[in-house]
């Protein structure tokens, strides 16, 4: 991951602005901390904190055009950008970076080229014969991206238009300021948002296509395989669950014979976090063994993870309750990680919104309801699972991929009728059985039986039951019962309803006062996870509402007693899938 931050259309052309540029570009240097550079022209300034993960010799940021027309910065990664320099063959290019690519086919396409990238980005570009830019963000949202507007006050008007890959780096400027949209470009031209990215499930339609097992096979491991892109040390983060399990497994059988695999060896190298016993520790090892990986396990106290609280809200800036549930046990997990010498990650994430994996899902009256759920959960996870993944893993310079939220897979999972998603105790299928079946190799086992159908652990729970408890226990000491009575009116907006939930956005509004940050966080009820419309499958779920999957009462195997379930919380929360 890298750190981007613009300034458009200024009317401050002054030194002292472009120092305060560069200071606030510093505050994303933790995404980036191989190179900076910034580029200036008539009031446009445009920042990168680069992490080097493909070409690190001459990829550094900006990057140009031939005549330096077009410039261009960019945080992700384009995995397909070796055939798009082949469909450009009147172009040439100065660096090996995949990133280059998107100044030239500004060149050829103009603004419509965004959906022929295929990968994970967000980017700002700049054609100085106009002056004129455009903003981009990946399809799902998996990097971050925040847009601002300020007030030019030295010359009294409006005219500077601000983006940065986190809030830190444009909250202290400008009016106001909100997410940038997943799969949407903002030009300059006509001032707004338009969509470029419209897949099929993006409509009403309910879809219909049959399972076919193998064809979901080599969608994922199609997926798994171009993000083994890198010429820097990598690994896999492992919880034992299926769906880290099943990327470890991809990538161990592929690596050989990539250009990886020669620069840094065909082993493997996987990584797990959790508490001391935690089911997460256990599973990962046997996963682990079973692969030949070479694991690292590391562990953490429940102080360890109570002491960072701090540093990972303003890492992520965000209060939603699961969301700094996980998030603690990765960014300590990242630290470690990039202690190695490891600078990129391959990572579970999105399985559970696009197959319906979430235990609460068990409740799906029919096939309608169940997809348009997962439909609903697609959109909203740059919010939630993505940010996460992202910004706990760049809080030390570690880039994070997630192969099922490719743009390819997901729409052969979105394609496939929902009637064979559901789960159906009757025909023995559990929660994400077409993706368990379509890897339940005899022949050639990509896992053992055990760990291809265990249940879905959300990762806050995986990495060990205590680390929640002992939250909670913790927010007790910091937030009085009075102050509870008294949260309405502190925070009118996404009311916290727990002390752990008080606790974080204390905490949160102290990095990002501004009303623009609080509302860049969403809210509403959920239970295990579930979106605020999925609590009506269960009349019983409206009186339980948490965000564990322990909360899906006669679904967890170690789910909550019903005299025992956490109070009501009116923080919508996501996890991250296993």
Avoid at 130 to 154: E, H, K
Avoid at 195 to 216: G, H, K, M, Q, V
Avoid at 380 to 402: F, P
Avoid at 433 to 440: Q, S, T, V, Y
Wanted: aromatic share 10%; net charge negative; glycine share 6%.
């Amino acid at each position: 991951m890298c750190g981007i931050l613009a300034v458009l259309g200024c009317s401050d052309d002054s030194q002292a602005k472009r120092a305060r540029v560069l200071e606030l570009s510093r505050r994303l240097k933790h995404r980036g901390p191989d190179w900076s550079g910034l580029y200036q022209r008539d009031g446009c300034y445009i920042a990168h904190q680069r992490l080097a993960i493909v070409d690190p010799a001459s990829g550094d940021q900006p990057l140009y055009n031939e005549d330096k027309t077009i410039v261009v910065a960019v945080n992700g990664e384009i995995y397909n950008h070796e055939d798009l320099r082949r469909h450009l063959p009147r172009h040439k290019f100065k660096t090996g970076s995949d990133c280059e690519v998107i100044a030239h086919l500004y060149e050829e396409y103009g603004e419509n080229f965004v959906n022929m990238l295929d990968g994970m980005f967000s980017f700002v570009l700049l054609d100085t014969h106009d002056n004129s830019f455009i903003s981009a963000r990946d399809a799902i949202g998996i990097t971050p991206l925040y847009i601002g507007w300020a007030l030019d006050v030295l010359y009294y008007c409006v005219g500077s238009v601000w983006v940065s890959s986190e809030l830190k780096g444009l909250n202290d400027e400008c009016e106001h300021f909100e997410v940038f949209p997943p799969g949407h470009l903002f030009s300059s031209k006509t001032g707004g948002f338009k969509r470029w990215y419209n897949p099929p499930w993006f409509n009403e339609t309910i879809p219909s296509a049959p399972y076919d097992p193998i064809a979901l096979r080599h969608a994922l491991e199609s997926a798994v395989i171009k993000r083994l892109m890198t010429d820097v040390p990598f690994g896999v983060l492992l919880s034992g669950g299926l769906d880290s399990s099943l990327v470890a497994s991809i990538a161990a059988r592929h690596l050989s014979g990539t250009k990886a695999a020669k620069l840094w060896g065909a082993q493997l190298h996987s990584f797990s976090v959790g508490l001391e016993g935690s089911p997460d520790l256990k599973a990962a090892a046997e996963v682990a063994d079973c692969l030949g990986t070479v694991h690292h396990e590391f562990h953490f106290s429940v102080q360890d993870g109570i002491d960072a609280i701090e540093d990972v809200i303003y890492h992520i800036e965000t209060y939603d309750v699961t969301t700094v549930r996980a998030s603690t046990p990765m960014f300590l997990m990242a630290r470690k990680i990039k202690s190695l010498g490891v600078k990129m990650v391959i990572s579970g994430e999105g399985a559970d919104e696009i197959f319906g994996g979430y235990l609460y899902f068990h409740k799906a009256p029919n096939k309608e309801e169940f997809h348009r759920e997962t439909c609903r959960k697609i959109i909203a996870i740059h919010l939630y699972d993505c940010l996460r993944a992202n910004k706990s893993t760049s809080a030390w310079g570690v880039e994070a991929r997630v192969p099922f939220l490719d743009k390819e897979f997901i729409n052969v999972v979105m394609s496939i009728d929902p009637e064979m998603k559901m789960i159906d105790t009757e025909k023995n299928r559990i929660e994400k059985w077409i993706l368990r079946k379509a890897f339940d190799d005899e022949d050639h086992p990509y896992l053992p039986k055990h760990i291809l159908y265990r249940q879905k652990e959300q990762f806050s729970d995986g990495v060990g039951y205590s680390w929640i408890d002992g939250l909670k226990d913790h927010a007790e000491l910091h937030v009085t019962d009075k102050m509870m009575l008294n949260a309405s009116h502190i925070y009118p907006h996404n009311t916290p309803q727990t002390k752990e939930a008080s606790y974080y956005r204390m905490i949160f509004e102290q990095f990002f006062p501004q009303n623009s940050a609080i509302l860049t966080v969403p809210g509403g009820a959920s239970v295990a996870c579930s979106t605020a419309k999925a609590i009506e499958w269960d009349a019983a779920w409206s009186n339980h509402l948490d965000p564990s999957g322990r909360a899906a009462l006669g679904v967890h195997d170690s789910a909550y007693e019903v005299n025992h379930c956490p109070d009501v919380s009116a923080t919508k929360m996501m996890d991250v899938g296993t």
